[in-house]
């Protein structure tokens, strides 16, 4: 997917994927979501994220609510806390040794 935000071009086959994620739930399900969470070369990280009309990933109108494509900027925090809640330890262990320490 490509998207242009704040005149910028965000492509996820120019970027470096460091995630994914699923709910495990079908395309066909009103509740799937799927997140890929990329960084660009100039290290922009963004979320390329799918979801069903039951999802926080959908638009509506006054009579019906769809699922939507979409890319989100994050920052270091945001993606830290996105990893995180995804038990993504390498991939945090791998960009963000510096905020990170043992417990």
């Known amino acids: ?30 509740s799937h979501v799927y997140e890929d969470l990329y960084v660009t070369k100039k290290g922009q990280f963004f979320l390329h994220a799918q979801g069903g009309p039951l999802t926080i990933y959908s638009e509506s109108n006054n009579n019906s609510t769809w699922g939507i494509e979409t890319i989100i900027l994050m920052d270091s925090l945001q993606v830290i806390t996105w990893l995180e809640l995804r038990n993504k330890t390498n991939e945090i262990e791998h960009y963000f040794p510096e905020l990170i320490e043992k417990g």
């Open 1 to 30: 997917m490509k998207k242009v935000i704040n005149k910028k071009v965000y492509d996820t086959e120019e970027s470096t994927l460091i995630a994914e994620y699923s709910n495990g739930l079908s395309n066909s399900d009103f």
